[in-house]
């Protein structure tokens, strides 16, 4: 698949991502920022949560990253997240999260 055609596969995914408190998309909150695709399925996103202290910012980024795997075609997922009190940890969990997927793959 080649980087338009699997950046739109993301954005596509994403848009079921839906803010329970809001039932809206994350994409039509504009809470993602920055989808870079590379030719190897390497994905990476901003993620801004809507306030710095935003209940729902753990549960929306596990959602995200799940959503942007699912696609076909990805290799990996990185999301940066900004604008959230507890940014350093929820991406330190993202992170660890793929580590622990990959280990059960292997």
């Known amino acids: 698949m080649n980087v338009v055609s699997l950046e739109e596969e993301v954005r596509l995914a994403l848009q079921k991502v839906i803010d329970p408190e809001t039932s809206l998309s994350v994409m039509?909150?504009?809470?993602i920022h920055n989808i870079e695709v590379?030719?190897?399925g390497s994905v990476s996103l901003v993620f801004r949560p809507s306030s710095p202290m935003c209940p729902m910012a753990y549960s929306l980024g596990n959602s995200?990253?799940?959503?942007?795997e699912s696609v076909r075609g990805t290799?990996?997922?990185e999301i940066h997240?900004?604008?959230?009190?507890g940014a350093a940890h929820l991406e330190s969990l993202l992170r660890s999260?793929?580590?622990?997927d990959r280990k059960r793959e292997d």
Do not use: G, Q, W, Y
Not at 64 to 68: E, G, M
Not at 81 to 85: D, G, P, S, W
């Open 28 to 31: 039509r909150m504009d809470l």
């Open 38 to 40: 590379t030719p190897d």
């Open 64 to 68: 995200i990253k799940k959503a942007v």
């Open 75 to 77: 290799s990996s997922v």
């Open 81 to 85: 997240v900004e604008n959230f009190n």
């Open 97 to 100: 999260c793929e580590r622990a």
